[in-house]
């Protein structure tokens, strides 16, 4: 792994997060550069000019070597290491602008960070990369994953996550980006941590739903009990190892999303039982829940693979089919009874 030059896709409070942290690292240890690349150009200026990520991380300045660009090209041809913290249903789009040839991709090592399912295909982010770059050999690619809100690791609130992949990568990732407040385990379950964290997101939703109807610390263990047995018997049948789920990247990121005064997820579950529809919190509200758009990707690969989710089935009738929060609570403890499986 080459990594002088450093960038970080996509300007979101996560990749934000990990610039800034990146960028101080390698300017205390003079190792190399970062760069910080923001698909829309106006907004790039703007971050230039104020040095600051006014709309996903106000209050928290850039270093003076982090450098700002919106030329991906550019990025991608000065960098031996590139992170990506493009939401999910946006990837295509950003990263099909490169060639994905193999002589450009000989060097370069590609980590995501971002959590979800594209919603058109069922693929993992694992998988949407290998289509849109077949020459990445799985090598090069990791996963890093885990409860780590960007509010509180810009704030160096001791974190600990995961970073998953084969071959050295991983170790090589888990010793660059781990310091005094931020560690990171490694892995080899890739799609088990994508897995995890996508699926934590929808039931963070429901979470956020029982607390917005004022539900207690009962209905919230439920919730992320069973919310626990659905992803672990998803991401099995997807081809994931169960212990994986037991980690960082399924229990720990599971509690902190349903628990945090931080999680979009959540907050989206809140006002949806304040009576909001997705329509108007979509439209009202500049962040992104990921288990929106996830929901209706797990409920067709639950189809697919056969596997029970009772609860994230629930959640996608509210988002999509108008279902009353209410009535989708009553549904769910109206189930047959039966064995508790996990």
Known sequence: MNARTVTIVGAGSWGTTLAIRLARRTAKLRTGRVILYEFFPDVAREMKHRRTNRLFLPGFRFPRSLEISNNLKDCFRQSGLLFNAVPTQFIRNVWSTLDPGADLWQ????????????????????????????????????????????????????TAAVVAGSGTLPKQIQQFVS???????????VIGVEMGGALKNCIAIAAGICVGLGFGDNTLAAILTRGLAEITRLGVACGARRDTFAGLAGLGDLVVTC????????????????????????????????????????????????????????????????????????????????????
């Open 107 to 158: 060097d370069q090592c590609l980590v995501n960070v971002s959590k979800g399912i594209e919603i058109k295909t069922g693929r993992t982010i694992s998988q949407l990369f290998r289509e849109l770059i077949p020459s990445l050999d799985q090598t090069r690619y990791a996963v890093l994953s885990g409860p780590s809100h960007a509010e509180e690791v810009i704030r160096d609130i001791p």
């Open 179 to 189: 310091d005094r407040t931020f560690r990171l385990y490694t892995n080899e379950d």
């Open 259 to 342: 628990a945090s005064r931080h999680s979009r997820n959540r907050r989206f579950g809140e006002l949806l039982a304040g009576g909001r529809s997705r329509q108007w919190i979509e439209k009202n509200h500049r962040f992104v829940a990921e288990g929106v758009a996830t929901s209706t990707a797990a409920v067709r690969l639950a189809r697919r693979e056969r596997v029970e989710i009772p609860i994230i089935e629930e959640v996608h009738r509210i988002l999509y089919r108008r279902k009353s929060v209410r009535r989708a609570v009553e549904s769910l403890l109206a189930r047959p009874f039966r064995m508790e499986r996990v």
